[in-house]
């Protein structure tokens, strides 16, 4: 199986829908595969998560996935910089040390990306602007008095990669005409923030964790961790306050889905041919 024809079924595999909000229609075919190739040549990645709830604590999707392919990168040998609010820095180092990484998250802060020299941009479920300035979540409430503007970075010409399940998110602006239709309150929540390649999943974890999958095919080496790694990590961000972003439980569910389901898209992740397609 080639590289492109694997990335092909992980498309499809990651964008089950499962809430039914109609993000099928929002992915972009080839769009994993390129941003895949564009992950393996970066030096410096800079990983944006987090889409802050009703009190500012961090929800169980994007955290998770964003940590993920952070363990991915720097375990091959890139440079990786978390970056989230305050709030959610405490999500993302109890979920680092599930994955026995040392990653060290900041704080957004105006200079945060220039600092670290990024070559790539990655945002895995954060909230992105809508056409009227204001950040939305998907009950198209407005939340822009909790979100710092971590998005403008990706209003710049740097490379970028948005993961997304939603329309409301970094990087689908780049689909943008589409959202109106397919997404319910769409034309309000529509993000208008673009990136260079668009990977939008059922749930967005599962867009991070196709993305390693890829890596792992792309370079030979097996980079997606397994089921009990997966508990644990969620063990450890449900302790650290993170919350199911659809139930607003401190429980550990995602997107309104019990763990067995995920634990099942891990699982038919590596039950894909990735070594078979590694190099083609
Ligand atoms: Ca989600």
């Given at each position: 199986?080639?590289?492109?024809?694997?990335?092909?079924?992980i498309?499809?595999?990651?964008?089950?829908?499962p809430?039914?909000?109609?993000c099928?229609?929002?992915?972009?075919p080839?769009?994993?595969a390129?941003?895949?190739?564009?992950?393996?040549?970066a030096?410096?990645?800079?990983?944006?998560t987090?889409?802050p709830?009703?009190?500012?604590?961090?929800?169980?999707?994007?955290p998770?996935g964003?940590?993920?392919l952070?363990a991915?990168?720097?375990?091959?040998?890139?440079q990786?910089?978390?970056?989230?609010?305050p709030?959610?820095l405490?999500?993302?180092?109890a979920?680092a040390l599930?994955?026995?990484?040392?990653?060290t998250p900041?704080?957004?802060?105006?200079?945060?990306?220039?600092a670290?020299?990024?070559?790539?941009?990655v945002?895995?479920?954060?909230?992105?602007?809508?056409?009227?300035?204001?950040?939305?979540?998907?009950?198209?409430?407005?939340?822009?008095h909790?979100?710092?503007?971590v998005?403008?970075?990706?209003?710049?010409?740097a490379a970028?990669v948005?993961?997304?399940?939603?329309?409301?998110?970094?990087?689908?602006g780049k689909?943008y005409g589409r959202i109106?239709?397919?997404?319910?309150h769409?034309?309000r929540?529509?993000?208008v923030?673009p990136?260079?390649?668009?990977?939008t999943?059922?749930?967005?974890?599962?867009g991070?964790?196709?993305l390693?999958?890829?890596?792992s095919?792309?370079?030979?080496?097996?980079?997606?961790?397994?089921?009990?790694?997966?508990?644990?990590?969620?063990?450890?961000?449900?302790?650290?306050?993170a919350?199911?972003?659809v139930?607003?439980?401190?429980?550990?569910?995602?997107?309104?889905?019990?763990?067995?389901e995920?634990?099942?898209?891990?699982?038919?992740?590596?039950?894909?041919?990735?070594?078979?397609?590694?190099?083609?």
């Amino acid at each position: 199986m080639s590289f492109s024809t694997l990335c092909a079924h992980i498309e499809t595999l990651v964008g089950r829908d499962p809430g039914q909000r109609g993000c099928s229609c929002l992915i972009e075919p080839g769009d994993l595969a390129a941003a895949a190739r564009s992950m393996a040549a970066a030096a410096n990645v800079l990983i944006a998560t987090g889409f802050p709830q009703a009190s500012g604590e961090a929800e169980t999707d994007g955290p998770p996935g964003a940590l993920a392919l952070a363990a991915a990168l720097a375990a091959l040998g890139k440079q990786v910089q978390l970056v989230a609010e305050p709030r959610i820095l405490a999500v993302l180092t109890a979920g680092a040390l599930a994955l026995d990484r040392r990653l060290t998250p900041i704080p957004f802060a105006e200079g945060t990306a220039g600092a670290f020299h990024p070559d790539l941009l990655v945002s895995v479920e954060r909230p992105g602007r809508a056409a009227d300035g204001h950040y939305y979540n998907l009950r198209g409430e407005c939340i822009t008095h909790r979100v710092a503007p971590v998005d403008a970075l990706f209003l710049g010409s740097a490379a970028s990669v948005g993961i997304g399940d939603g329309g409301n998110e970094v990087g689908m602006g780049k689909v943008y005409g589409r959202i109106a239709t397919a997404v319910r309150h769409g034309q309000r929540v529509a993000s208008v923030v673009p990136c260079s390649h668009l990977v939008t999943a059922g749930v967005s974890n599962w867009g991070a964790w196709g993305l390693v999958a890829a890596l792992s095919a792309l370079t030979g080496r097996p980079l997606l961790h397994g089921p009990a790694t997966e508990v644990a990590l969620m063990t450890g961000i449900v302790a650290a306050g993170a919350i199911d972003g659809v139930t607003g439980q401190a429980a550990l569910t995602v997107d309104g889905l019990p763990l067995a389901e995920h634990l099942q898209m891990l699982e038919a992740l590596h039950a894909l041919p990735l070594a078979a397609a590694a190099g083609i």
